[in-house]
């Protein structure tokens, strides 16, 4: 008898299949808010993978946009457009996540700005907000919700009702939900009450 796979077992690769249609309709709308001139931070979810997938070809030739991210997969994504001025922060390498996090990760946050970040998440509740499985992943995204401006969290159903073990921000912190047309109708409705502007996809 085969033994169930947990989340932290799961390898970058798996969870980029896991709930794709979704995530792809997650990632196209949030790469619709992406204007020229914006200076934006991924993070390290695999939904914000999707969404990098999906900016606009003219965008990423414009020369007139601005990438940070911790992420190695968005670095390979990104990193070939010429048009992208990519700042891809430095840190220790988890292979599991494929990212970089630590103490660099967060000084290199202190003295960057940006416009808006899209957020992932390993789960999203009303009582503690976007979670993720790692403190240090919390720590980078902490710092880069700090950095910006407006947060957008691209966090699909199946995350919703679930706690990682790290609280990145709590609702209040998040401006704009994008998640799928599987949300619980109630969480919407209450996310919504407290003020979040949730976008269903």
Do not use: C
């Not at 509740?125 to 957008?152: N, P, W």
């Amino acid at each position: 008898m085969s033994v169930p796979q947990t989340m932290q077992d799961w390898s970058f690769n798996e969870k980029m299949l896991m709930r794709r249609e979704q995530k792809e309709r997650i990632g196209r709308a949030a790469a619709a808010m992406v204007n020229a001139g914006d200076v934006i931070i991924l993070d390290s979810g695999t939904t914000v993978v999707h969404m990098a997938r999906s900016l606009s070809p003219e965008l990423l030739t414009s020369g007139d946009v601005t990438v940070i991210t911790s992420s190695i997969p968005i670095v390979r994504e990104l990193g070939p457009w010429k048009g992208v001025h990519l700042i891809s922060l430095g840190g220790v390498y988890l292979p599991q996540q494929e990212v970089v996090v630590g103490p660099q990760s967060v000084a290199n946050l202190a003295e960057l700005h940006a416009d808006k970040m899209f957020l992932g998440a390993d789960g999203l509740s009303l009582e503690v907000g976007a979670t993720t499985r790692t403190v240090l992943d919390a720590e980078v995204d902490r710092a880069s919700a700090k950095a910006s401006d407006q947060v957008i969290g691209l966090i699909d159903s199946s995350k919703i009702g679930r706690r990682g073990l790290a609280t990145v921000v709590p609702l209040s912190e998040i401006d704009v939900l994008i998640t799928d047309d599987a949300a619980p109708a109630d969480f919407v409705a209450k996310a919504r009450d407290l003020g979040l502007e949730v976008r269903v996809v």
